[in-house]
């Protein structure tokens, strides 16, 4: 009875649905209705060492031990696929001769933050071709946004002897000064270059500069070597 | 039966997943699906008379924003590091996982995969030097995947 109020108070303390219990040599001693979803072909489970169905248990006895001997020790692993399930385990200690194993099913979650994360990396992966596609055109090329450089192809950022977008960014590079030194903005220079194209002169070479306009927002500058 | 956890290694988009089904299953789909968490996969290895089942973990690969969990890391025999080499970032950071996974298990044993190489044409592969814990492998054309395996199973039953 003190073995169910210890196990029932640990799931409720946790919203956890699914339990095993295990021995000290780290064989199964319980299990709740329901986990067999985690895990296809479950049967004559009691008594078996929990790796068969918890490999991701090998190499960590150590820590598996650890509740045993540090009171509230508590070994964590989130995110754990199985069987189309993301489950998030916690062992702790349940008795002086079991440890519980707490599982959190926890796929409707994971499987959102696998979405965005997929949305985010390809994005990523987008930009760096964009980048590599700019890097190898032979005119200079950047972007602003709000007075600000956003992006710049290699052969701009080299002109300025950098090597990334962040230093061109710490220069604030005022090139709208190079057109015209009265201009306050490089909005002013884009008004300006609107349907026609202007000379400048940077760090001593000369260029010929065209602008177009991306969005409301961003607007892109292409500069030829004369 | 000796059993081994292993890692993959690396950088999103490198290859991890791919190298891993190569291996297990000897499928391949160049689909980018993004792993998240862990996924683990058993393989048994046989190395002259030593029989040995891999526990090969397929981790999420590292992000700018992302680095990989020290929790999956712990008590591992040993690691597969994988680079892009389309991506020269990710082969840059192949030494910095190397560092985090080895001050974590300091006796495991690693390699190092150069991956994706099918990409590459001949010039741009000999741009790249590869030291005697490398090799340049493509889970696409099943270049040296085996190996990889083959190579640090070995490394770790010494």
């Given amino acids: 009875m003190k073995n169910i109020q210890l196990i029932l108070s640990a799931i409720l303390s946790k919203d956890i649905f699914h339990y095993i219990q295990i021995d000290k040599a780290f064989n199964i001693v319980s299990y709740s209705y329901g986990v067999e979803k985690f895990f296809p072909n479950m049967q004559e489970v009691i008594g078996k060492e929990v790796y068969e169905y918890f490999p991701e248990l090998i190499g960590m006895e150590d820590e598996l031990i650890k509740p045993f001997f540090i009171d509230n020790y508590r070994c964590k692993l989130d995110r754990v696929q199985k069987n189309n399930y993301y489950i998030n385990l916690t062992i702790e200690y349940c008795d002086p001769q079991t440890l519980l194993i707490l599982i959190q099913d926890d796929t409707a979650t994971i499987q959102s933050q696998q979405e965005l994360l997929q949305y985010s990396n390809d994005l990523t992966l987008l930009n760096n071709t964009l980048q590599t596609v700019f890097d190898q055109q032979k005119d200079l090329i950047f972007l602003t946004n709000k007075e600000s450089i956003k992006f710049a192809n290699k052969k701009f950022i080299e002109l300025f002897d950098k090597t990334t977008i962040e230093e061109i960014q710490e220069e604030k590079l005022r090139l709208y000064k190079a057109y015209n030194s009265a201009f306050q903005s490089y909005d002013e220079l884009f008004e300006a270059l609107v349907d026609k194209t202007g000379r400048i002169t940077i760090n001593g070479e000369y260029f010929i500069i065209q602008t177009s306009l991306v969005d409301t927002s961003h607007k892109l500058f292409t500069m030829t070597e004369i | ?158």
Avoid at chain 2, 71 to 77: P, Q
């Fill in chain 2, 1 to 158: 039966m000796i059993r081994k956890k292993i890692l993959l290694i690396g950088d999103f988009n490198v290859g991890k997943t791919s190298l891993i089904r190569r291996y297990v299953d000897n499928t391949f789909d160049d689909k980018y699906l993004t792993t998240i968490g862990v996924k683990i996969s058993k393989k048994l290895v046989e190395i002259k008379e030593d029989a040995c089942e891999l526990l090969i973990w397929d981790v999420e690969g590292a992000t700018a924003v992302k680095k990989i969990p020290i929790a999956y890391m712990k008590g591992a025999s040993g690691a597969i590091f994988v680079g892009d080499v389309t991506r020269k970032e990710t082969i840059e950071s192949i030494e910095n996982h190397i560092d985090i996974f080895l001050n974590i298990n300091p006796d495991a044993h690693y390699v190092k995969a150069y991956n994706k190489i099918d990409a590459l044409n001949a010039s741009q592969k000999e741009e790249l030097t590869l030291d005697e814990k490398s090799f340049f492998s493509s889970a696409k054309d099943d270049l040296n995947v085996a190996q990889l395996f083959e190579y640090l199973t070995k490394e770790m039953l010494g």
